[in-house]
């Protein structure tokens, strides 16, 4: 599931909705593709990653009754680390949040393009949607962790 809140996070409607994608691909060390929060360990992401990011590896299971509320505080809880981490001042920090059942993922997000580099929560854990070969120049040219992290926000090292 992603979503993207406000337009600097990439934001394509101007309502607010949520994607679900299939994720069963991405899943185990013989996967074609693995999203960053299951292929490396949080200290080298952090250590690696050119923007900042939060995350909960600690999930309610889908049958518990109280999940949607655990998962709302969760949510809240990972924006407050995530303003925290920042250090943003403002009414709404734009960010993207990716969630699968072993985790959920929120990035603060500081513009939605670089150049003519653009992209919303899938880009952020690594699956850059492009409509033209020009778009996909445009990526390897500018390098996706740099655009990454130019679109991102950094930490303040707290």
Not at 75 to 99: C, P, S, W
Not at 120 to 133: D, H, I, P, Y
Not at 134 to 147: D, N
Request: charged share 25%; proline share 4%.
């Amino acid at each position: 599931m992603t979503y993207n809140c406000g337009e600097a996070a990439g934001a394509s409607r101007s309502h607010k909705h949520l994607q679900i994608l299939p994720y069963a691909a991405c899943v185990g060390e013989d996967a074609a593709f693995r999203m960053f929060p299951d292929a490396v360990d949080d200290a080298v992401a952090r250590a690696e990653l050119p923007f900042c990011y939060c995350i909960s590896r600690a999930l309610p299971l889908e049958t518990d009754a109280q999940a949607p509320v655990e998962l709302k505080r969760i949510y809240d809880g990972l924006v407050e680390q995530a303003i925290k981490e920042t250090g943003f001042r403002g009414e709404q920090m734009a960010h993207n949040l990716v969630m699968v059942r072993e985790w959920m993922l929120l990035i603060p997000r500081s513009k939605a393009r670089v150049g003519k580099c653009v992209t919303g929560a899938t880009g952020v854990v690594g699956m850059v949607w492009v409509g033209s070969e020009g778009e996909m120049e445009e990526w390897r040219g500018m390098g996706f962790l740099r655009a990454l992290g130019e679109m991102g926000m950094v930490g303040r090292g707290e």
